[in-house]
DNA sequence: CAAATAGTGTCTCTAAGACAATATCAC
DNA sequence: GTGATATTGTCTTAGAGACACTATTTG
């Protein structure tokens, strides 16, 4: 009988075949549209950020931020890194949507990916519009259910405009998963992933856990409802909205000025 | 510039350091006490499935069941292959609650691991109670915080007694995380891997949506209501949670017979 | 009959949703 | 003033929780 230091020394873990892994981010912002009318709010979309591929596989594809695993690194901290490295900017948030690990996922090989739903404050994003030789590129995101049950995902970036198809499948303990009827040319399984993180956004966002992060420091209440009707595609009463957050928020002495109509006042996250 | 099969054909994997894979179960099942009164309803625990381990590290820990992830099988096949063949019976739900990757958490090395709730039924579990020679065993679960904030948790299976301390590390998106302060003799992470799961398992009961899981086909709407009862570590009345089932249920034409009381009508789960 | 559970009816309170009404600013 | 949003108030309704009451069985 060897003793656990002997065994230790002994072991090779290499003996066993290992695959590679990766996080992959799923990184969102809310974006205002041109107002068309200067007593009008701006509009907003969701919107997700995507990478063109500059090498293979799937070079020239448009695919999620993403990167290996280090040793001494945590998952999280994977994601953080690469999130930071790909975007420029630190997240406001960051939550787990699940390992994909179909062996055939990956050309390259073994790969397996944890996929990671990170949020963006508009106020952090400075990018300006119009830079379209970057490689990276926001897309405006459309996830709807079709007459017939299929999901079709439409990403929309100027004049690219990609669109997947997807089947659900069973969703066993109410997380739904998504099979790839047409990649719609996003590279890997991308486009499953996407549409289970979004599922994923869409089911949290009832509970407003998340949606500050999505606005600066200070807000009006508007702004925020109009978050949550963003992300989940719905829209609500006013006056409804505001007695259900009233306990999340509390108020600040500031108001909006200059906009065409009555200002509003600014409120900020409660903790 | 090479084309994409050239590239496939030169991409050696080995050329990054990878971790090991591993899945591992928190298999849970809801047991009958002795009842000390021939008219009064058996009361009922959640029990975990732990294994002692036979061999190093940890050896002679208990453990939780769980395995390597294999080429070409995905987390979830591996999952249920672990499960199946550590507990012998097919588990009748299976829920991931998230990927454990803190780089020291194997003293073997750079182990990685998804941790899976598995859900097996009172009626496929068949094994004898007193079999105390087998490695694999069902302990029962008490998982409570305490006043300072720090949560206990006691699996206890006769004379054996694991008592685990840990703290909450700040929750993102709702899940919570921990920490462990102390194992209480628990093998590797699996006392922080527990815990999650039980965080996991008790938000999701409110839902109803797998406390089927636990019954045979038919039941009485007293057993599903303890099912709850027991996971959540709560109590509600009778009444209010007919109501809330009632349209997740169909009748059957048979009663429960041989009770001290009033008989129950059996029900099945409404698909 | 006694003890225990099975099952029904109903009251109250809260929260959600719908909608009406008023307030305030920039032009 | 006009057009837009901001903000408040109130009505209705659905659902949760509390509780009282009846029904049915076995020893």
Known sequence: ??????FLNTYRQDDYPRPSVTADIVAFTIRAEESENYRQNSRTK???????RGGHPFKDCWALPGGFLNPGETIEQCALREAEEETAVRPDALMSVGLFSEPNRDPRGWVISNAFVSIISEERLRWK???DASDAQWFDV?????ENGDFILVLTHGDIRLRAVLTEEGSSFGRSSFAIKDSGGIAFDHA??????????????KEFAYLFDFLPETFTLAQLQNVQETIMNISVLPANFRRKI???????????RGAGHRPAKLYRRKR
Chains 1, 2 share one sequence.
Do not use: C, H, N, W
């Open 129 to 131: 519009p119009g830079d």
């Open 246 to 256: 009233a306990s999340l928020v509390e108020e600040t002495d500031e108001y909006t």
């Open 46 to 52: 969701l919107s997700l950020l995507l990478i063109r």
């Open 192 to 205: 499953r992933i996407i549409a289970t993180a979004l599922t994923a956004l869409r089911s949290g966002a």
């Open 142 to 146: 459309d996830f709807t259910q079709e």
């Open 1 to 6: 009988m060897s003793s656990e230091k002997e």
